[in-house]
């Protein structure tokens, strides 16, 4: 009789372990997804970065100044780093693009061209922080200096 019991104890204590490996499987698959964009960002992998004043030239003349504020989405990886060590360079990096070709909206003198200045940024981030450690840009707040 007790090797039965012996027998169905070892029986029942393989079946929960065989259990618990395909639970813990499953969860490993499950963590090792990576997140999309969205993702990240409702998960926290981001960085706000300090407002850059971007100037609007038209006939190579100012009209006006707007200040305009990044987030960058990033990836678990990327969340890791320092971004704030490197985000002077990614502001210098910002407006050294800017000055060649200002994305500007031609009727409209006190915002930027939110989608293009969106690529620009994620083109400059991937390339200072890598390429793997940058989910995306999203352009957070435009305040120009005359409405």
Same mark, same amino acid.
């Given at each position: ?7 169905? =104890?070892?029986?029942?204590?393989? %079946?929960?372990?065989? %259990?618990?490996?395909? /639970? ?12 999309? =964009? ?16 971007? !100037?609007?030239? /038209? ?7 707007? =200040? /305009? ?6 990836? !678990? ?24 070709? !200002? ?21 400059? =981030? ?7 450690? /940058? ?13």
């Amino acid at each position: 009789m007790a090797t039965k019991r012996l027998g169905l =104890a070892s029986v029942l204590v393989t %079946a929960l372990l065989l %259990a618990s490996s395909a /639970v813990a499987t499953e969860a490993m698959a499950s963590e090792s997804k990576e997140p999309t =964009a969205a993702e990240a960002a409702k998960a926290g992998f981001y960085f706000t970065m300090s407002p850059v004043v971007l !100037p609007i030239v /038209v006939d190579r003349r100012p009209v006006n100044f707007v =200040a /305009v504020r990044m987030k960058l989405i990033l990836s !678990p990886e990327g969340a890791k780093q320092r971004v704030s060590d490197k985000e002077n360079y990614l502001r210098e990096a910002l407006l050294r693009e800017w000055y060649r070709a !200002p994305l500007i909206v031609p009727d409209d003198h006190t915002v930027v061209d939110q989608a293009k200045t969106e690529a620009m940024m994620l083109k400059i =981030a991937r390339n200072i922080l890598g390429t793997s450690n /940058v989910r995306g840009v999203m352009l957070a707040e435009q305040i120009p200096q005359k409405k």
